[in-house]
């Protein structure tokens, strides 16, 4: 059970700032935390490496004592999946769900195909997108492997640190970064690159394994409407459909993405603080936020884009 010890809560995509703070003004350090999780990832996978349920539970048990053993505040687990979320609530963990948006391949030979699945006017409302991306004389180009070379990089870098610094303040991933990235894991990234008179003015990250395409980061240099929703999303059911992908997991946040074919999917992550009091206040926090969260996705559920009779 991979451990980091951390002084922030960056990169992690479950948010636990308000948790920070409520201690500090309580008198407490929140920091160093223990976090289980791969850095920058909001992917759900295995996160307790464990051959045996007892296992899995004495791993879960020797880490609610390293937090102590070490003076940390408190241990996340994140993204691991339900049966291990399960085994963690067991154990006395505090339990957390969230929720992301994915695109389910059901077979699809084409987009065209996938567009049959929606009712008219969504279907007419993404038409509509695409074709004012191609009016805009904006083409793609799909990288993977050794296609991606530290030009596309330098490129891409670019895209996302002026993204980044409109949207966020401050990009935390480096350019070091992408090109270690892309000499361990290049046949398994697809990187997607916008052209617009000859020029590159946008890049979309994924990475792809185990027959899922997982989007990640993007970013332009020139606006051009809907340029978003087509390098992010529809060029990744592209890419999926092309590879016979089953997925598309486009990360957290953005019920924009539900109007385009990615339904809400429940995610996990579980706790343990050791500060009593704050403990408590969490856990009734997390009891309403679970229920708040089934309930969201009941309802976007409702609101899918396909056509009723299907």
Not at 22 to 31: I, V
Not at 209 to 234: D, K, Q, T
């Amino acid at each position: 059970m991979p451990l980091y010890a951390k002084n922030h809560s960056y990169g992690e995509y479950v948010f636990d700032h308000a948790w920070a703070e409520a201690l500090e003004r309580a008198g407490g350090d929140y920091y160093p935390k223990l976090q289980c999780s791969v850095p920058f990832t909001p992917v759900t996978g295995r996160r307790l490496l464990a051959s045996s349920n007892a296992d899995r539970m004495a791993l879960l048990k020797a880490a609610t004592a390293a937090v102590k053993q070490i003076g940390a505040s408190s241990l996340h687990i994140t993204f691991l999946t339900r049966e291990e979320w399960q085994a963690a609530g067991d154990a006395d963990y505090l339990l957390r769900t969230g929720q992301q948006f994915h695109w389910e391949n059901r077979g699809y030979k084409s987009f065209d195909e996938f567009l049959g699945e929606l009712s008219s006017a969504k279907r007419k409302n993404l038409r509509k997108e695409r074709a004012a991306v191609r009016e805009a004389g904006v083409t793609f180009d799909w990288l993977t492997g050794s296609d991606i070379s530290e030009s596309h990089w330098d490129q891409f870098f670019n895209f996302y640190m002026d993204t980044g610094g409109r949207k966020w303040g401050t990009p935390y991933l480096t350019r070091e970064f992408f090109s270690r990235l892309g000499q361990g894991l290049s046949k398994q990234i697809l990187l997607v690159m916008a052209k617009q008179d000859g020029r590159t003015i946008a890049g979309a990250l994924n990475l792809f394994g185990e027959g899922v395409l997982f989007g990640r980061n993007w970013g332009a240099v020139e606006h051009v409407p809907f340029l978003h929703f087509e390098a992010c999303y529809y060029q990744a059911i592209d890419f999926a459909i092309a590879r016979g992908l089953k997925r598309v997991e486009a990360g957290a946040q953005g019920e924009h993405k539900l109007l385009r074919g990615y339904m809400p999917a429940e995610t996990y992550s579980a706790h343990v603080i050791a500060h009593k009091g704050l403990a408590r206040a969490v856990d009734d926090f997390l009891e309403a936020e679970r229920a708040a969260v089934a309930e969201n996705i009941s309802e976007l559920a409702q609101h899918a884009p396909f056509r009723k009779d299907k």
